[in-house]
């Protein structure tokens, strides 16, 4: 049996299945199996992922749309590998990946891992300044696997994994958003062990325009106050600045409409700095043009899912309670 068996939900995503299978068949090492599990989607990748039967240990299944971490937890039934391994349909996976995530776990055993992810050369701009203003220091805190970070490394579902032993006793993933985060929450607080792979990153393709940008982060910003009302201790200040940003940039904006402009300033430099820092990482001005507002959207989306949520679930206490978010802890 392979020591690592990689479960890929999808929905709609023929094309990205393709890129992901081809990335998987020039892999180093070869002890994984590939579950695809196709979620309801009205454009079947099924013909996609045979054309790859020889090339890869591959299985593929499709059942009625019902959501992705459902999806997972099918996958996660049928899979024989003593690690399971989660990426996202839009990754492509350097050749090397499960060579490296073999060393590393040989030296250092975890029982739940994950890794970083990087923008390949061939993505769009816009595809690059999403995937920095995600990933810099400037703009998440490096909250998803960047060098510096202000909370506890937590696997992202479109790179993660854990051993059968977790799966055992933790379970499969919840249907929820931020599903990962909590996945990583009851794995940590199971007992078991949890580290970063720095060198086992992928490709991420993420959103391809601002729009659906926008539309990810500000859900992102919503589910973190779900996850507050599930775990009281998880709310950290670096998941709170994005919404303190939005509340500074406005309080700016106002005073410098009414009192001086000088209380642009501030808002000027920190998008200077935005641009720098992309401009130094990708060594594009186009890309770091993009960047900017890719930033914005990252920070402004985020902070007003936040503040909303916080307003409707914490301050007047609307939507699901916090009973009937403890009973979707509890998985029921």
Same mark, same amino acid.
């Given at each position: 049996m392979p020591r690592f068996s990689v479960i890929v939900p999808v929905y709609n995503r023929v094309d990205e299945v393709n890129d992901l299978l081809e990335s998987l068949a020039g892999q180093t090492c070869r002890d994984f199996e590939v579950i695809i599990v196709e979620?309801? @989607?009205?454009e079947p990748c099924r013909d996609t992922v045979m054309k790859f039967a020889d090339k890869v240990d591959v299985r593929y299944y499709y059942k009625d749309n019902e959501g992705r971490s459902i999806a997972r937890n099918y996958g996660l039934e049928r899979a024989t590998g003593d690690y399971f391994v989660f990426f996202d349909s839009d990754c492509v996976i350097p050749h090397d990946y499960f060579k490296v995530l073999s060393v590393s776990l040989d030296a250092r055993p975890l029982d739940c891992f994950g890794g970083p992810d990087a923008a390949?050369?061939?993505?769009?701009?816009?595809?690059?300044? =999403?995937?920095?203003s995600m990933t810099s220091f400037l703009t998440t805190g490096g909250i998803r696997g960047g060098k510096m970070?202000? *909370?506890?490394?937590?696997?992202?579902?479109?790179?993660?994994?854990?051993?059968?032993?977790?799966?055992?006793?933790?379970?499969?993933?919840? *249907?929820?958003?931020?599903?990962? =985060?909590?996945? @990583?929450?009851?794995?940590?607080?199971?007992?078991?062990? =949890?580290?970063l792979i720095r *060198?086992?990153?992928?490709?991420?393709?993420?959103?391809?325009?601002?729009?659906?940008?926008?539309?990810?982060?500000y859900v992102f910003g919503m589910s973190r106050i779900t996850l507050k009302l599930l775990y009281p201790d998880s709310l950290k200040i670096v998941h709170t600045l994005p919404a303190l940003a939005v509340i500074g940039a406005v309080v700016l904006l106002v005073l410098g409409m009414v009192v001086s402009p000088w209380f642009l300033l501030p808002l000027g430099l920190y998008l200077l700095a935005v641009f720098i820092g992309a401009l130094m990482s990708t060594r594009s001005l186009a890309i770091a043009a993009k960047a900017v507002p890719a930033s914005v959207i990252q920070l402004g989306g985020y902070g007003c899912g936040f503040i909303k949520a916080f307003f409707l679930k914490i301050l007047l206490r609307r939507g699901r309670n916090i009973d009937e978010e403890i009973e979707i802890r509890k998985g029921k």
């Open positions: 979620d309801g @989607s009205t390949h050369d061939s993505f769009t701009d816009t595809q690059k300044a =999403i995937n920095y970070q202000l *909370e506890k490394f937590v696997p992202r579902s479109f790179n993660m994994g854990y051993s059968r032993q977790v799966y055992d006793r933790v379970g499969g993933f919840r *249907e929820m958003f931020s599903e990962d =985060i909590d996945m @990583s929450t009851r794995v940590r607080q199971a007992g078991f062990s =949890i580290g *060198e086992a990153f992928v490709y991420h393709k993420r959103r391809v325009d601002f729009r659906k940008f926008l539309r990810q982060v």
